[in-house]
């Protein structure tokens, strides 16, 4: 596991509202149980575009997502996240075993897991994306 800052954040994903960007549904459905189990309701795609309409109605406090998407990738999502006021706040977790910690850093990832990751180390990362944000316990911005 390599998060951006704490290595062992303090907090919790009860009661979170998560999206999970994966299109390999194996993995997708492990990254949705291992943070359901942490208690956070957890939603899942396949695609950044499916993401992006799946956030014109959902606000999700913060969002974990596959580098190496069919179609367009994550960086491609981040992007769009960050150009919209609606979902610029949202914290963005990376997932990949393709990119460069430092290319997923310096492209405004808030935190980033390499793959294969240990089931502890994707809460961790989305605990340390949340601590980013000045007040992490709010609900998502409508």
């Known amino acids: ?18 999206l999970v960007v994966e299109d390999d549904k194996d993995a997708r459905d492990v990254f949705c149980a291992i943070l359901d189990y942490e208690g956070a309701m957890v939603l ?5 575009e499916e993401a992006l309409r799946i956030l014109r109605t959902v606000r999700p406090h913060a969002i974990m997502t ?14 769009q ?6 979902t610029a706040h949202i914290p963005v ?14 492209a405004g990832f808030d935190a980033f897991v ?9 809460a961790d990362a989305v605990l ?3 601590a980013l ?7 998502p911005i409508d």
């Open 1 to 18: 596991m390599d998060v951006r800052y704490a290595l062992n954040p303090v907090g919790s994903l009860v009661g979170r509202h998560l």
């Open 93 to 106: 977790v990376a997932v990949t075993v393709v990119a460069r910690r430092d290319e997923i850093l310096d």
């Open 128 to 130: 340390a994306a949340l």
């Open 66 to 79: 596959e580098i190496a998407l069919p179609g367009r990738d994550g960086f491609w999502l981040l992007e």
């Open 133 to 139: 944000r000045s007040d992490p316990d709010a609900p």
């Open 114 to 122: 390499a793959k294969p990751v240990r089931p502890e180390g994707v």
């Open 44 to 48: 899942g795609t396949a695609s950044a």
């Open 81 to 86: 996240l960050r150009a919209s006021d609606r």
